[in-house]
């Protein structure tokens, strides 16, 4: 088989696995607190297949989507990329933080002015979070990723325009549906015959729950449980945690156990986290940064963003050379290049995922936060 169909394969299984989820999700009572947490993942392998085929000037005839979202794509795709985003790193994950959480208080209190207004801006709450169990997994604010609007769209929004943004998040994700069957149709022309996609089935024990808060009470809950003085970095440490328990919770229930976009995913999740996290350890818990500075991934693992280019890209560039038939392609290319395993480094990536998520468990679990939510909210 040729290099390129063996990068298209490893595409179109990401991309059946994520298909085979999606089937699951539409007579599922959690489908939308599970569509919420799957989108950067999603948007990640849509985007880097995207980029494969214009790399490769593979034209993919069939779909419209990068026709109208573009950049909505690459901005949800560049949540995974934290601090290491190209797009203002550490500060600019922090404006778009700041925007989602004004624009969700003006979406709460659309249409309510006057006394009213006034009123409802002290009791209504205007931020959610997802638990998986006692784990947080989503915050609600950035949702905003999913409407396939860009920041500035999103910057220019009034109370009246919120009454369209689901039919907007609708067509977006639709787009996404028809891009991934479309690229299907593609490898049929080049001899790659695509599977029967069946929906997977979900956990029945799968308990996502939810609860309200004030932001404001909020922020300052989780400021004082990581010790963290400088409360403007507080949306997005909350967001790193609720990657991580994304990535070490609840994909693993979700995929395969020895699935690649999971192994990508948890990777990269691990990657950028501690990236960040080792970006502000001066301003947050001085035993959780202690406990990072000592052991983590960006020092366990030799020749680490090397490893990273090769896991956030479906280009197997110089590794090509020690693919064979008939075999993992991305375990061989991985031993190849850096003498580790799929599965070694799949373990110390697990570990790592575990660390953050174990200390923000003793720190932020739904129990931890249970006395400052909402009293008028929605809590399940």
């Known amino acids: 088989m040729s290099t390129q169909n063996i990068e ?5 299984r990401d991309i059946d696995e994520l298909c085979s989820v999606m089937l699951a999700l539409p007579n599922h009572k959690l489908s939308g607190y599970l569509a919420l947490a799957l989108f950067p993942a999603i948007c990640f392998v849509t985007e880097e297949s995207h980029n494969y085929l214009v790399s490769r000037n593979i034209k993919n005839v069939s779909s419209t989507l ?17 601090f290491d985003s190209t797009d203002g790193g550490k500060n600019g994950l922090i404006q778009s933080f700041n925007l989602f959480q004004v624009e969700s208080s003006l979406w709460m209190n659309a249409g309510k002015s ?35 609007r860009v920041k500035n769209e999103i910057k220019s929004l009034d109370e009246y325009d919120f009454k369209n ?3 907007q998040t609708n067509s977006f994700g639709i787009g996404i549906g028809e ?21 997977i089935l979900l956990p029945s024990d799968l308990n996502i729950t939810h609860n309200d808060f004030h932001s404001e009470k909020l922020y300052k809950r989780i400021a004082s449980q990581a010790n963290v003085e400088e409360t403007n970095i507080i949306p997005v440490l909350f967001f790193i945690i609720t990657q991580v328990n994304i990535a070490y919770s609840l994909l693993p229930r979700l995929l395969m156990p020895n699935s690649n976009l999971l192994f990508r995913i948890q990777f990269l999740t691990a990657y950028h986290a501690m990236s ?35 896991l956030a890209h479906y280009g197997l560039g110089e590794g090509k050379k020690y693919t064979t038939e008939n075999s993992d392609p991305l ?39 249970k006395n400052v939510r909402a009293l008028l909210g929605d809590h399940t």
């Open 8 to 12: 298209l394969l490893l595409i179109q």
């Open 165 to 167: 943004i689901s039919q």
């Open 276 to 310: 960040s996290l080792l970006e502000i350890q001066n301003k947050i818990d001085h035993e959780f940064a202690n406990l990072l500075s000592c052991e983590n991934i960006l020092t366990t693992i030799p020749n680490i963003k090397k490893v990273r280019n090769v």
């Open 114 to 148: 006057g006394f009213k207004g006034f009123i409802s801006k002290l009791l209504q709450p205007d931020i959610g979070i997802y638990f998986l169990g006692e784990d947080p997994i989503y915050m609600t604010i950035v949702g905003f990723s999913v409407t396939g």
């Open 331 to 369: 375990d061989e290319v991985i031993k190849g290049l850096f003498g580790i395993s799929k599965n070694d480094l799949a373990q110390v990536t697990n570990n790592h995922l575990c660390k953050i998520s174990t200390w923000s468990n003793n720190k932020f679990s739904k129990a931890h936060l």
């Open 66 to 82: 990068f026709d109208s979202y573009t950049i909505a794509i690459k901005k949800s795709r560049a949540l995974l990329k934290l």
């Open 179 to 199: 891009y991934f069957s479309a690229f299907g149709d593609l490898l049929n022309l080049y001899g790659i015959s695509s599977n029967h996609i069946s929906p």
